[in-house]
């Protein structure tokens, strides 16, 4: 059969114009212009990603079954007060009083992963 036809059996029906809206691309290429090519997604144009001249990915617009961002769905916790969000002004912790000499933290880990559990170096 020839693109753009269609067949008597009407479980096979033309691709003639996807081929219009999609685009084959090697793996190389894709990485070599991501931004370019989802510039392209974003109009519609559908992506077949090649891999060893194997289609292994599909790049198209998102089909909007997809969650709401972290940030609407942390509102919509608030609102439930199943969530509190932070108050005040998140400051940096003060520096650990507690000194230890250089390594030891290292000596003290390799001592629980030792078998024997030997000493401390």
Avoid: F
């Avoid at 809206?21 to 894709?30: A, C, F, G, R």
């Avoid at 507690?98 to 078998?115: F, H, N, Q, T």
């Amino acid at each position: 059969m020839v693109a753009g036809e269609r067949s008597s059996d009407s479980s096979c029906l033309t691709t003639w114009p996807r081929v219009a809206t999609s685009q084959i691309v090697k793996t190389k290429q894709l990485r070599d212009n991501l931004s370019s090519y989802l510039r392209e997604v974003r109009t519609g144009v559908r992506i077949l990603v090649l891999d060893r001249d194997e289609v292994v990915a599909e790049l198209h617009e998102p089909s909007g079954k997809y969650p709401p961002p972290l940030s609407s769905r942390a509102e919509e916790l608030v609102k439930q007060a199943k969530l509190i969000p932070a108050r005040g002004e998140i400051v940096d912790c003060p520096q650990s009083p507690v000194k230890l000499p250089a390594g030891s933290a290292a000596g003290y880990l390799d001592a629980d992963r030792d078998e024997s559990y030997g000493t401390v170096r």
